[in-house]
Nanobody
Framework: QVQLVESGGGLVQAGGSLRLSCAASGRAFSSYDMGWFRQAPGKEREFVARISSTTSYTDSVKGRFTISRDNAKNTVYLQMNSLKPEDTAVYYC????????????WGQGTQVTVSS
């Protein structure tokens, strides 16, 4: 079992930066793949970034967002630079076991609002 708590969301102007954090409790954090997803108003939740032994990103955030993790702190981060109004969404942290297909553990979400 993994419990996830996101923080770091807020209101920022276009072109600004935010860093989201996701603190995990439970055992063997380093063995989990971690991901960030987001859901904008009226839209379905979408994948943003993932980190295991490698990282991957959705095309719309490549070059602007960076996912990282600190296993000693049981924390995963999402550094978001050059933010755009279309990045406005609730951002969710998620975890899955290394051999699982789907992300089965989710945080409560943190709101990111980018003003133009």
């Amino acid at each position: 079992q993994v419990q996830l708590v996101e923080s770091g969301g807020g209101l920022v102007q276009a072109g600004g930066s935010l860093r989201l954090s996701c603190a995990a409790s439970g055992r063997a954090f380093s063995s989990y793949d971690m991901g960030w997803f987001r859901q904008a108003p009226g839209k379905e939740r979408e994948f943003v970034a993932r980190i295991s032994s490698t990282t991957s990103y959705t095309d719309s955030v490549k070059g602007r967002f960076t996912i990282s993790r600190d296993n000693a702190k049981n924390t995963v981060y999402l550094q978001m630079n050059s933010l755009k109004p279309e990045d406005t969404a609730v951002y969710y942290c998620a975890a899955r076991g290394r051999f699982e297909v789907t992300f089965g553990y989710w945080g409560q979400g943190t709101q990111v609002t980018v003003s133009s």
